[in-house]
């Protein structure tokens, strides 16, 4: 893909990934929930979630989560015709979770109307190591490859220097490794 791209975030994650690969500029839309960087939050949503969390009581909302996940559904909504209009080279979301974010199949149904061209990238990481292959994914997919690897390398040396830091401390009861 080449340098100038119109990318829709549909995941908070990802949202800060692009921006921490100098991405931000060419980030045409992000979720309701995408709050960081600061400037994220001025980017047109292209989400909504289907739950007034105000009024909903934590047994209500599991209630409304569990009925809706089981029918295959989602308690996100995605907004279509922005998404047609802004007309983003890549789509970049999950197909891990439905709570976490908008299913997938409404992700590609809405896509259909868009060019041929356009590009949808699932980030999937499981474990820490596939946050930093998913870091460098999203830099190959658009053309950030070198700061994806400086983003990837200042990470591991980060944590390298938090296991240094807890080397040797007693770990908390229960905790298994």
Do not use: W
Not at 10 to 26: F, K, R
Not at 27 to 43: G, L, M, N, Q
Not at 130 to 144: A, C, S
Request: hydrophobic share 40%.
């Amino acid at each position: 893909m080449g340098r100038d791209l119109k990318i829709c975030s549909l995941l908070p994650s990802a949202t800060e990934i692009l921006y921490s690969l100098g991405l931000g500029d060419q980030v045409v839309a992000v979720t309701h929930e995408c709050d960081y960087p600061p400037e994220a939050a001025s980017k047109p949503k292209i989400t909504a979630d289907m739950m007034d969390h105000e009024r909903l009581t934590s047994a209500e909302i599991d209630h409304h989560v569990a009925s809706n996940i089981g029918r295959h559904g989602s308690i996100y909504t995605l907004n279509a015709d922005l998404l047609e209009a802004l007309k983003p080279d890549l789509i970049v979301t999950q197909e891990l979770c439905d709570v976490c974010a908008v299913s997938y199949k409404d992700v590609q149904r809405a896509a259909r109307v868009l060019d041929a061209q356009t590009k949808i990238i699932s980030l999937e990481p499981n474990t820490l190591d596939e946050v930093f292959d998913t870091i460098l994914l999203v830099g190959e997919m658009t053309g950030r490859e070198d700061a994806a690897r400086t983003s990837v390398r200042e990470l591991r040396a980060r944590l390298d220097r938090v296991r240094q830091r807890v080397r040797g401390l007693a770990r908390p009861l229960g905790y298994a490794m």
